[in-house]
């Protein structure tokens, strides 16, 4: 249903771009975003797209340095990633959902997953 790509190993400061593009349209595709989970660690937002008026919304830690955007012709979604950082590494999944406004963070109401790609930024 999704599928991810675009993960990499980056020095500190650097920049990837992931891809997320989604094989059909669905009903649920009102948000599309990205989550991530470093080792040890919960899974966590990071940013998420809403299609009907592309909106964006990001998690603190990466607000002015992450742009998520979409292609609504293509059904994908963009994580833009720049001055990356060490504590930026993690597992960054996909995901698609139709949580309510206020929900959007909540990756128990996203019903699709992409596979994992994991982004290494080293120091």
């Known amino acids: 249903q999704l599928q991810a790509s675009g993960g990499g190993l980056v020095q500190a400061g650097g920049s990837l771009r992931l891809s997320c593009a989604a094989s059909?349209?669905?009903?649920?595709?009102?948000?599309m975003g990205w989550f991530r989970q470093a080792p040890g660690k919960e899974r966590e937002f990071v940013a998420t797209?809403?299609?009907?008026?592309?909106?964006?919304y990001y998690a603190d830690s990466v607000k002015g340095r992450f742009t998520i955007s979409g292609d609504n012709a293509k059904d994908t979604v963009y994580l833009q990633m720049n001055s990356l950082k060490p504590e930026d590494t993690a597992v960054y999944y996909c995901?698609?959902?139709?949580?309510?406004?206020?929900?959007?963070?909540?990756?128990?109401?996203?019903?699709?997953w992409g596979q994992g790609t994991q982004v290494t930024v080293s120091s």
């Open positions: 995901a698609m959902g139709r949580p309510v406004l206020s929900q959007y963070h909540n990756s128990d109401l996203y019903n699709y």
């Open positions: 059909e349209r669905t009903s649920s595709r009102r948000f």
């Open positions: 797209f809403r299609w009907d008026g592309c909106y964006s």
